[in-house]
């Protein structure tokens, strides 16, 4: 069990660059998460999924697509890269659970640190 | 006004010591609460989910107060390894019934010999 995997691990982009981000879980869980996480700041909601085709925005979604064509999968793009981009990304994912809906604990992937210059 | 509010830090221990951070929320519809511990560079993981009734697992305790709105961690006889960065999440019931997870900023704990 790999659990939550991402790639790349780091990467360098200049500014207009594009690049996709990919989020691979085997633990077969309904939702997935792409946040942000910057100094001093809480890891911040990007988007996120609740099921394979479904993807929904979260705080902080401009600048940022996604795609979930895979209930496994969930992956991140970036069409234009900006210097505010600069940033630790984590991908997570977490069961769904009971009727209510709420989800339970997330796990992480290992982080992808990205660098705009 | 943050949704999730926590101390930064450091809280700088010596071994052994008992240390407890708090963590305010400000949506009273919140519904689930947890601790996450975020180690230098590395991902956030899991520490301990937080019930109503309070929980403990070994030296640490999670307490709920709804009344005030805010969630503690305490950590009896503290260990070199738990020096990390402790994260409250709340996560709140949305108008549309949809869910929202809100990390805090976190707690630094230093644990020095």
């Known amino acids: 069990n790999a659990g939550v995997t991402q790639t790349p691990k780091f990467r360098v982009l200049k500014t207009g660059q594009s690049m996709t981000l990919l989020c691979a879980q085997d633990?077969?869980?309904?939702?997935m998460y792409w946040y942000r996480q910057d100094p001093g700041m809480g890891l911040r909601l990007i988007h996120y999924?609740?099921?394979?085709?479904?993807?929904a925005k979260g705080e902080v979604p401009d600048g940022y697509n996604v795609s979930r064509l895979k209930k496994q999968n969930f992956l991140l793009g970036l069409e234009s890269a900006a210097p505010s981009q600069t940033s630790v990304y984590f991908c997570?994912?977490?069961?769904?659970?009971?009727?209510?809906?709420?989800?339970?604990?997330?796990?992480f992937g290992p982080g992808t640190r990205l660098t705009v210059l | 006004r943050k949704e999730v509010e926590q101390d930064p830090g450091p809280f700088n221990v010596p071994e052994g010591a008992t240390v407890a951070f708090n963590c305010t929320y400000s949506?009273?519809?919140?519904?689930?609460f947890f601790w996450y511990r975020q180690d230098c560079r590395k991902e956030p993981k899991l520490l301990m989910s937080?019930?109503?009734s309070g929980n403990e697992d070994g030296r640490f305790t999670a307490q709920l107060n709804r009344a005030s709105q805010y969630i503690s961690l305490l950590i009896r006889d503290s260990k070199l390894s738990d020096s990390a960065t402790y994260l409250c999440?709340?996560?709140?019931?949305?108008?549309?019934?949809?869910?929202?997870?809100?990390f805090g900023s976190g707690t630094r704990l230093l644990v020095r010999p």
């Open positions: 997570a994912s977490s069961k769904f659970r009971g009727t209510s809906g709420s989800p339970g604990e997330q796990f």
């Open positions: 633990m077969n869980h309904e939702y």
């Open positions: 999924s609740v099921g394979e085709g479904t993807t």
């Open positions: 949506n009273s519809a919140s519904q689930s």
């Open positions: 937080v019930y109503s």
């Open positions: 999440v709340v996560n709140t019931l949305r108008m549309d019934s949809s869910y929202k997870l809100i």
